[in-house]
């Protein structure tokens, strides 16, 4: 790869606690679990008992990577009665995965 003139190699290098949240970001999509909870929830919100019946999974292991994706603000919640339904948080995440599957699919 050619440097461009007058640019330093560590010039394009975001700051270690940048670094950091980066790396924390793509260690949850590190999990294939999530990931089966990202394209299930992708087309449709759904509450945590279908998709536990669409993954063919516990309820408490789905909450468990809920929560996880939760804190990393890829998926948003609302409550409807006595259910809370769970989709993406945004095309930002979808974009992410999409990305990530076109990539390995080269």
Same mark, same amino acid.
């Given at each position: 790869?050619?440097?461009?003139?007058?640019?330093?190699?560590?010039?394009? $290098?975001?700051?270690?606690?940048?670094?950091?949240?980066?790396?924390?970001?793509?260690?949850?999509?590190?999990?294939?679990?999530?990931?089966?909870?990202?394209?299930? $929830?992708?087309? =449709?919100?759904?509450?945590?008992?279908? /998709?536990?019946?669409?993954?063919?999974?516990?309820?408490?292991? =789905?909450?468990?990577?809920?929560?996880?994706?939760?804190?990393?603000?890829? /998926?948003?919640?609302?409550?409807?009665?006595?259910?809370? $339904?769970?989709?993406?948080?945004?095309?930002?995440?979808?974009? /992410?995965?999409?990305?990530?599957?076109?990539?390995?699919?080269?």
């Amino acid at each position: 790869m050619q440097l461009k003139e007058n640019v330093t190699p560590d010039a394009n $290098i975001p700051d270690e606690i940048t670094l950091y949240e980066l790396s924390d970001f793509f260690k949850i999509f590190a999990d294939s679990t999530r990931l089966k909870i990202l394209f299930a $929830i992708d087309p =449709v919100p759904l509450c945590v008992r279908d /998709i536990a019946e669409t993954l063919g999974m516990s309820e408490p292991l =789905v909450s468990h990577h809920l929560r996880a994706l939760r804190q990393a603000r890829l /998926i948003s919640h609302k409550r409807e009665g006595r259910h809370v $339904i769970y989709s993406l948080k945004d095309d930002h995440v979808r974009d /992410i995965v999409k990305k990530g599957l076109e990539h390995i699919e080269e």
